[in-house]
T-cell receptor, first 113, second 114 residues
Framework: GDSVTQMEGPVTLSEEAFLTINCTYTATGYPSLFWYVQYPGEGLQLLLKATKADDKGSNKGFEATYRKETTSFHLEKGSVQVSDSAVYFCALKDSDSNYQLIWGAGTKLIIKP | DAGVIQSPRHEVTEMGQEVTLRCKPISGHDYLFWYRQTMMRGLELLIYFNNNVPIDDSGMPEDRFSAKMPNASFSTLKIQPSEPRDSAVYFC????????????FGQGTRLTVV
């Protein structure tokens, strides 16, 4: 079945550092891919998405490119801020899973000033 | 639209009591999901509905848990009787059917069973 694997956290960086959070997936169909962010005490909210191969999703300085050849959707940001501290979830939706979201385990990001 | 609305935001109850969590999805969305989040187990899908019909309840922990969606604008998750290990944050989310459509989450209900 479909699955999503994320790098384990926590990831601790200094402010203005470059961020990469790895995400790889397994899917039998042609999934859409998502990154969600959860700030402390809040629900999950969509950060960005990509619906087909080679698409790049971007929002708030974050980017991720849908790489079908490597089955990856890594999240990147050039210069992180303390306010980016949160838990980040990678997820996919596939026709073979009846379009339910398949989630990664989440990666906690801690940014130190 | 006000987004997905969950109530209550916080619930503290004694072991053995019945607990009912409520959710109002975004109007027009076809799918509704109930999730549970804990430190130990992360984010778990409990059940989801498509057009008010339960599609997959394999994530429901045991018979103490039940969920209903009597109409397109309301769903409940009930725990009877509640136990301390049910303490968690419960999220409701809704989505359109299309593959590229994202899910929108409510703010969650933090349940504490003492």
């Amino acid at each position: 079945g479909d699955s999503v694997t994320q790098m384990e956290g926590p990831v601790t960086l200094s402010e203005e550092a470059f961020l990469t959070i790895n995400c790889t997936y397994t899917a039998t169909g042609y999934p859409s891919l998502f990154w969600y962010v959860q700030y402390p005490g809040e629900g999950l909210q969509l950060l960005l998405k990509a619906t087909k191969a080679d698409d790049k999703g971007s929002n708030k300085g974050f980017e991720a490119t849908y790489r079908k050849e490597t089955t990856s959707f890594h999240l990147e940001k050039g210069s992180v801020q303390v306010s980016d501290s949160a838990v980040y979830f990678c997820a996919l939706k596939d026709s073979d899973s009846n379009y339910q979201l398949i989630w990664g385990a989440g990666t906690k990001l801690i940014i130190k000033p | 639209d006000a987004g997905v609305i969950q109530s209550p935001r916080h619930e503290v109850t004694e072991m053995g009591q019945e607990v009912t969590l409520r959710c109002k999805p975004i109007s027009g969305h076809d799918y509704l999901f109930w999730y549970r989040q804990t430190m130990m187990r992360g984010l778990e899908l409990l059940i989801y509905f498509n057009n008010n019909v339960p599609i997959d309840d394999s994530g429901m922990p045991e018979d103490r848990f039940s969920a209903k969606m009597p109409n397109a604008s309301f769903s409940t998750l009930k725990i009877q009787p509640s136990e301390p290990r049910d303490s968690a944050v419960y999220f409701c989310a809704s989505s359109l059917w299309q593959g590229g459509a994202e899910a929108f989450f409510g703010q969650g209900t933090r349940l504490t069973v003492v």
